[in-house]
């Protein structure tokens, strides 16, 4: 039978009310806490029994301090004067408990305890108000990306993925800091009238949270995997190590430090000071890793386009193979495939070479098809910006084409052999060097056209 016990714990720091009813019905079955834990707090089994609980909060205390002070040490034996016994401490928490029947609480000033939480909970105020920050920062981000480019923000799973866990952050930590301020207010109140007022925190919707954004992390990465983006779930997966990574070496580094009797001001300049690096070297590894796969998806040499310029017209005498380009990136709402095909001079360059550029958008969820299709059309508009020169897609016949819609591309009022082709779920991007003919356009159609 297991004589110890870890758990993760989902209160809130100032939760004080959950966290003794929880700990009086752990002890209930059993188990009495012995320690908290950098991630997990930590139980031992004893015989089940009715205990009483007092989570204290001492404000000088520091989660970088070497061990108590002379003056917690006080406050300690002050308490086991009146029958509480020291469970477990975790810089400004204290948690003690006590087998009288009705014990002598230890906070007995309601405004004291108010003031002692506010003062305790300051580091982790800011922390939240911090992190709600880069949530709110990275959703603005994203928000514009898709505004300004929503073909790049769609087709990139990462981006999607993003656009699940900041909004779940800001949910998270707007809840937690909302209801804190909103109990520091009625508190007080309640403070004034010689009352004490009961803390809440939301366990349930963390947990909701956390299963949220595994899900997503987990479909993610598995979508991934089963539509061959390896380089994308490798990326997916070495982000997510390095993070967690990060975090434990942080933690690691703060305790070892403790463990030296470093002081406390000494802690906390170098784990901030790790704080601060380790991302940096996170964000250069993943930097490399990411121009070492290929710049991201792009692929030189590939042999199987979608359409090839022999495809559509002669090409003796150049070499292609080297020089074509392929990218694709593919999330569940979008697929994004990029191609160039610009050729290495063998012969008769006097008479030129014909070289093809072209994006085929294919949409999957049809209420992002508008959005899309107007991005690509009116990106380059110049015509109610006063711009020179003036840009824009005209609309031709899309029958040679086998499209719903086909526009070119037009400035200062001649036309380039740039055109936008339209069909039922996807977008086509073409930009030539050279007229097509009528069953040129038909090759395309159906090359590119998905019929």
């Not at 073909?151 to 993925?161: D, E, R, W, Y």
């Not at 998270?172 to 803390?199: S, V």
Request: net charge negative.
């Amino acid at each position: 039978m297991k004589e110890t016990r870890r758990r993760f714990e989902w209160f809130s720091f100032y939760d004080h009310t959950g966290l003794e009813a929880h700990l009086k019905y752990m002890a209930g079955r059993g188990w009495l806490l012995e320690k908290i834990g950098n991630f997990t707090w930590h139980y031992r089994r004893v015989e089940p029994q009715k205990l009483a609980f007092s989570v204290c909060y001492f404000p000088k205390a520091s989660q970088f301090d070497p061990g108590p002070s002379e003056e917690q040490e006080t406050f300690y034996d002050f308490c086991a004067h009146t029958g509480w016994t020291l469970a477990a401490a975790s810089a400004q928490m204290q948690i003690f408990y006590n087998q009288r029947p009705n014990p002598v609480p230890i906070d007995t000033d309601p405004a004291v305890e108010v003031d002692a939480i506010h003062r305790s909970a300051k580091n982790w105020l800011i922390s939240q108000i911090l992190l709600l920050a880069v949530g709110v920062l990275n959703l603005v981000q994203f928000l514009l990306r898709l505004f300004h480019d929503p073909i790049a923000a769609l087709s990139n799973p990462l981006h999607q993925f993003a656009l699940v866990c900041w909004p779940i952050l800001i949910l998270l930590i707007g809840t937690d800091c909302a209801t804190y301020f909103c109990w520091r207010r009625r508190a007080l109140k309640a403070a004034a009238q010689g009352e004490f007022l009961a803390t809440r925190s939301h366990p349930l919707l963390q947990k909701l949270a956390l299963a949220v954004v595994l899900m997503g992390l987990a479909w993610c990465l598995s979508w991934c995997l089963s539509n061959l983006q390896v380089g994308m779930a490798a990326l997916m997966a070495v982000t997510t190590a390095c993070m967690f990574g990060i975090v434990f070496l942080v933690v690691q580094l703060r305790e070892l430090l403790k463990r030296y009797k470093a002081s406390a001001g000494a802690n906390r300049a170098v784990t901030l000071g790790a704080c601060a690096a380790l991302p940096l070297v996170m964000v250069v590894l993943i930097t490399a890793l990411v121009f070492s796969a290929g710049g991201g998806g792009g692929q030189r040499g590939a042999n199987e386009l979608p359409l090839a310029l022999d495809d559509l017209t002669d090409v003796e005498g150049y070499d292609y193979a080297s020089s074509d380009y392929l990218e694709r990136m593919e999330s569940p709402l979008l697929a994004y495939t990029e191609v160039h095909q610009s050729p290495w001079r063998l012969e008769n360059m006097a008479n030129g070479a014909p070289s093809l550029w072209y994006t085929v958008v294919e949409v999957k969820l049809p209420p992002i098809y508008e959005m899309c299709k107007n991005h690509l059309l009116y990106e380059n508009d110049t015509r109610e910006t006063g711009f020179l020169p003036v840009k824009y897609y005209a609309p031709i016949d899309p029958a040679p084409w086998g499209a719903a819609e086909a526009y070119q591309f037009v400035m200062d009022d001649e036309t380039l052999d740039l055109y936008l082709l339209c069909y039922e779920d996807r977008i086509v991007k073409l930009d030539l060097d050279w007229e097509l003919t009528p069953a040129q356009m038909a090759v395309v159609g159906e090359k590119l056209g998905g019929a």
